[in-house]
């Protein structure tokens, strides 16, 4: 896709996606708009999205695993919560989110990948029990697990996002800034250099590219976006707890990004999207939600390893054919 | 004169095999050597140990008088020493100029250049003149794992002189190769030694190509140079005539 | 002193359980590039298939034992090696650890689901009596523990080094290739060594949930435990997650004596970091040449 169709086709989403909560009845639209719940649950959509992105940009784009994406989404998330609550402005938690998390992504990420490929999985699985250790005992800092309850929603300049549907936009903003700056970063010699890393590292190497370093670089950025993606989602729910920041959820992002298909670029938004509407889709059968996603990944693996995207490409590459 | 390339007394052995020992050369600007050698004489493990890819038990090797023993192979190739793989190696989902460009970006302003710049790193020029100097120019969009296998070849040779590299080692070019795109291959070769001066150490088992493309020759048997000299008199020599069709 | 040596003594009976996982998880990686994200689960889930016989088919205690390590190296082993492994590792590593987290994921739902929720006791086969040798006291059961398991690695050990099909074995996972071509039928090396990783890994099960219950989300902790102490000892080593597995136990043992209990879980992931920090290549392994 040509740069100018790309740019366009996503301003087009966007557009859309800011209209969706609104009642379109009254400029002759027959759309009712989402409710307060749908609106929400779109939100969460767009927070696990960026939290998704930042894991395709480690497992797609630079071919390694990291197990710790929901611990990230964790510390960004208690950061927010606790120096909003003692009156810093959001926006200095929201880049203090992302900063920390870069600077623990570098200092995981260097003794790890001086080993070798797994290695990385381990430290990330090591750091994410830690993680959660931390947020359940600490309970002068985190409440343990009680947890820290009304989250304030912020206000952008000026204007209180206390409404629901203000602060959908808000957070649509946040993503559509950060899908942007991934884009570009994956469409810069960076991104090159981190498709040939994952393809053929040897020989990567012998061209001159720190392998080390980019796949450390991804690694940070991807624990970042996490990071920032637990800095929104703090507001969004206004109480949070240690549960959903354990060591399964890190596993469930894993793999919603496969599902959506690791290493494209629409891969996290499709994942991310399966992953949050799935469970209200299963609503009745909610006990057996994850067997039943489990079984699906599985047979997605075995069937379609391009996960949802890849497998529409192809579909779409037949039907041109044909 | 220093010379641009100086092996010194390399060894290394696996697991009490030893494959290479005690090996030293120099190797001088703008000049064709080549290593040859049976099966097994230790031609991939000297070249592993010069390049860092694996670190020699003992011995040195300089680049420019410059000790790099050891240095990592992303390091050594910003010194500019460049190499091409036995096997093939390019980057099958990137186009031929993709690969180009990738070959040359680590080598052109700063990192944080290459994030907020151009697309192509600044290496556009540079494509383009390698894209014509190996005819590659029609394919330049095309996914390199869609090219011939000649011309990945002759692309991933390519890909070695993006970096300005003043000393390229090629392993096995020849490997796999049919005979026109062989002396296509060759004369490119012959051309760019010619044109820029650039210093090429060669393994190889083709001894056609070999003889008719280096100026100067070493022959390994059992870890050890057992022969060293113009082709012509390698060729005549009775210790490598005996290597090679001995036992 | 007695305190120590009671807490050393029932740490390596739990570290040789670890071990047990340990081994397992590493034989499969050397064997055919599988890193097995299950594996935690793989020690939880047969101390249920021994409790459905019992408590379902009213099987007595011992034939349960019996029959759950025999469904494990049917269900973990031949089914885990032609249904899931097989089909996937031609599709490159990521699906394959996808597949492992998400057959993690399947197995915990499904005891969850369909047995239950909650903690189970599980018998024991030695009584939990008191002896005490020199003033210090240990359990009958403790004991028990730490001579099966250690009887097992004995045997393991024996196996590989011993026999003719161990040493095949041993080929296949130094280098599949070169066995290959030395005549040794990779593909039934392969078979063994799943079939081996489920045995040891219902072993584990088995010694396991007498001391700690059974219950669906034990295979986090314990497969946690079969990485750490697989790498703390040396990855391309037997022994070495032995070591590994012995090393953890105890310094669990002492850390839930002497560090906060809140803490106890953080003891071999602290560990694990300063390994991979100081000796990468774990305390037995060799040092790997250059991957890049």
Redesign the interface.
Known sequence: MSTRAALLLGLVLLVLLALAPVDLNEVGVPYPGLRRYGTYILTLWLVTAIAAMGVNLIVGYAGQETLAQAAFVGIGAYLTAIVTKAGVPFGVAFAASGLLTFTIGIALGFPALRVQKHYLAFVTLAFSVLCWLVFRNEQWITGGVMGIRDIERPSFLGWPLRNHIRFYWFVLGITAIMTFVLWWIVRSPWGRAFTALRENPLRAESLGIDVRLYTLLAFALGSAYGGMAGSLYAPLVEFIDPSPFALGPSLLFMLMVVIGGSGTFLGPFVGAGVAVLLPEWLRAWETYYLLIYAVLVMVMMAFFPGGIVGLAARLLARKARS | MTALLEVRDIEKSFGGVQAVCGVSFDVHEGEILGVIGPNGSGKSTLFNCI?G???PDRGTVRVNGRNVTAL????L??LGV??T?QLL?V????TVR?NL???G???RGSRLA????A???GMGAEADRMLDFFRLKRLEDEKAGSLSYGQQKLLDAA?AFM?GSRLVLLDEPAGGVNLTMLADLRERLEAINRETGVTFVVIEHNMEFVMALCSRLIVLAEGRIIAEGAPAEVRRDPAVIEAYLGH | MTDFLQLLISGLATGAIYALAAIGFTLLWQTSQTINFAQGEFVMVPAFLALIAMRWFGVPFVPALVLAILASMLLLGVAFRYVIVGPLIRRGVLPLVISTIALSILLKESVKDFYSAEAQTFPTLLPDTLITVAGVSVSLAQLGVLAVALVTIVLLQWFLAGTRTGRQMQATAQNPTVARILGVPVERMILYTFLINAALAAMASLLVSPIYLAKFSNGETLGLIAFVAAIVGGFNQVRGAIAGGLLIGVLDNLAAAYVSTAYRQAIPLILLVLVILFRPQGLLGRREERAV
């Open positions: 390049l890819q694996l670190v990592r192979p992303s390091r190739n910003r460049s190499r793989f190696q980057f099958p989902e990137l993709e460009v990738l070959a970006q680590e080598h290459r994030l907020f710049g697309r192509d790193a890909m970096s």
